[in-house]
């Protein structure tokens, strides 16, 4: 049974920065997709940054250079790390996985992954 379980979110004030973590079990695929996604408050779920069983990264034009994904395979890891903070990054955020790379370099606006944590929420204030 795959299970991905978020942590690190909090209340921070703008500017600030968070490291968000996804500790994902029971996967067994040498390949895969794994992803950030953020639901804001009244809005849809939109997708932040994907990284591939190859260590392929794309992110979204709204977070670039703001936000670095990364995974620490030997522990089964994936990560979030959001540097200057703005109101406008509050949300839910969710860990997703999927066997498939494809759903990596095909872009963020889907979120059509098989597996999917339960969230971590990020609340930035001004």
């Known amino acids: 049974q795959v299970q991905l379980v978020e942590s690190g979110g909090a209340s921070v004030q703008a500017g600030g920065s968070l490291k968000l973590s996804c500790s994902i079990s029971g996967y067994t695929f040498p390949t895969f997709c794994l992803a950030w996604f953020r639901q804001p408050p009244g809005k849809e779920r939109e997708g932040v940054a994907t990284?591939?069983?190859?260590?392929?990264?794309v992110y979204a034009d709204s977070v670039k250079g703001q936000f670095t994904v990364s995974r620490d395979n030997a522990k089964s890891i994936l990560y979030l790390q959001m540097n200057e903070l703005k109101p406008e990054d509050t949300g839910m955020y969710y860990c997703?996985?999927?066997?498939?790379?494809?759903?990596?370099?095909?872009?963020?606006?889907?979120?059509?992954?098989?597996?999917w944590g339960q969230g971590t929420q990020v609340t930035v204030s001004s």
């Open positions: 990284i591939d069983s190859e260590g392929n990264v």
């Open positions: 997703a996985l999927d066997q498939w790379e494809w759903k990596c370099s095909r872009g963020l606006g889907v979120a059509d992954f098989r597996y």
